[in-house]
Nanobody, 123 residues
């Protein structure tokens, strides 16, 4: 079965940086996409960045230029480098995986999820 294990996260002051990593194992699909989502208290889960099977990367507008997504295709590790963090970046971040080639989709389109990891940004 698919296992997604997240690491990184923590607390940082505004303007600081954090790196999130997600190791995926047990993937039974020939083609799959991955993404990072986040969920702020009282809100729904939103896409932060995604990578399709063809390597196409998409970001939600508010993180463009500050976050960088990359994927190690040999080890199936998805990394989100977050720079110039702002207090509105405080959320629980989730790694997700879905069968298929398209990555930039809603949370309902993803079938496999990690446990999530907390990111807190203070002003």
């Amino acid at each position: 079965q698919v296992e997604l294990v997240e690491s990184g996260g923590g607390s940082v002051q505004a303007g600081g940086s954090l790196t999130l990593s997600c190791r995926a194992a047990g993937i039974p699909y020939a083609t799959f996409s991955m993404a990072w989502f986040r969920q702020r208290p009282g809100e729904g889960r939103e896409t932060v960045a995604s990578i399709g099977y063809d390597g196409k990367i998409n970001y939600v507008y508010e993180v463009k230029g500050r976050f960088t997504l990359s994927k190690d295709n040999i080890r199936n590790i998805l990394t989100l480098q977050m720079n110039f963090l702002r207090p509105d970046g405080t959320a629980r971040y989730y790694c997700a995986l879905r069968e298929g080639t398209v990555g930039f989709l809603d949370a309902k389109d993803y079938t496999h999820w990690g446990q999530g990891i907390q990111v807190s940004v203070s002003s």
